[in-house]
């Protein structure tokens, strides 16, 4: 038999095989949407978190204030070390200006501080980080390096609010991981159930192929394609299933995440996302399939 026709036997065989037992191949699609739809929204809320990490970095920048006596060869000798170090962007920032910029974040609060007799504020010098050189143990090794040095009265970067969001999406990586792997393990063993059935009900026709010379593995692979049409249905599933989410999100629910959104929407690399559910659907129908057939198939 040539590869082609082996190719269309497999396949015709295991749809043959879902047409004839539809209900345990649903039960079986069900599980794994479930597992996949869990996977899913995961993903998507670390995706959320780590493009406001992202904002949060990009919007904070590292602050440096300097002394009233700061030399000026010192501070030029800091912004360049400083822009080598990280890759970033120096901006001195003068006190009229850091004054004139405080009048306008407060408004009408803020008319009394134009007033001032003297401005209370030290010039100052501002770091715009790179992607790369905004991760809390760096910024923390940078900014104590800074604080060190005699001319330096403080270092601010929002580091509260940056390490609080990073340790939210590390933890929130880690549980997805253990949830993903317990409800992996959930979907195996209902895809391999589901194909001990099928092997049991077409035990006859597995005899009669093998007294006829048919090959362990020519049995099998039918078996292993069932389970992997089963992953592929379910991956298809899961992803309309998280599309739907993050529409109802993008709209009527919109006010539930409205503080993680950057940028007016939800942050969703679509391409990759429906990647990853094929691949995890397929790998998760396969490995039922497998433990399934080695377990479970004596011929």
């Known amino acids: 038999m040539s590869a082609p026709a082996k190719l269309a036997y497999f396949v015709r065989t ?22 996949l739809v869990g996977f899913g929204v995961a993903r998507l809320a670390r995706a959320q978190l780590d493009t406001l990490v992202d904002a949060l970095g990009g919007a904070v920048e590292l602050t440096v204030y300097l002394a009233d006596d700061a030399d000026a060869a010192q501070v030029d000798a800091l912004v360049t070390a400083l822009s080598q170090r990280t890759g970033g962007t120096v901006t001195k920032v003068s006190p009229a200006e850091a004054l004139g910029r405080l009048v306008t974040q407060l408004g009408e609060d803020g008319r009394g501080l134009a007033d001032l007799p ?28 800074t604080r060190a040095l005699p001319f330096v009265t403080g270092v601010d970067y929002g580091e509260e609010a940056l390490e609080r969001l990073t340790l939210i999406a590390r933890a929130l990586e880690v549980a997805s991981l253990v949830v993903f792997t317990l409800v992996f393990l959930t979907a195996v063993i209902v895809v391999s159930a589901t194909l001990q059935l099928a092997i049991f009900a077409r035990r006859e026709e597995i005899e009669i192929q093998k007294l006829v010379g048919a090959t362990d593995r020519f049995v099998r692979v039918p078996f292993l394609l069932e389970g992997a ?13 998280v599309l739907a989410l993050v529409r109802w999100l993008d709209g009527q629910g919109g006010e539930l995440l409205a503080f993680a959104r950057v940028g007016g929407a939800l942050a969703v690399d679509w391409a990759r996302l429906a990647a990853e559910l094929f691949g995890a659907g397929t790998a998760l129908g396969l490995a039922g399939s497998f433990i399934a057939v080695r377990r479970f198939l004596r011929v």
Do not use: Y
Request: aromatic share 4%.
């Open 14 to 35: 295991a749809v043959g095989s879902i047409v004839r037992s539809p209900f345990v191949h649903v039960i079986a699609v069900a599980s794994l949407t479930l597992a």
């Open 229 to 241: 049409l089963q992953g592929v249905v379910a991956a298809a599933l899961a992803l309309g299933a």
């Open 118 to 145: 003297d401005n209370p504020l030290p010039w100052s010098l501002e770091l715009s980080l790179p992607k790369g050189a905004r991760e809390p143990q760096a910024l923390e090794a940078l900014a104590e390096k």
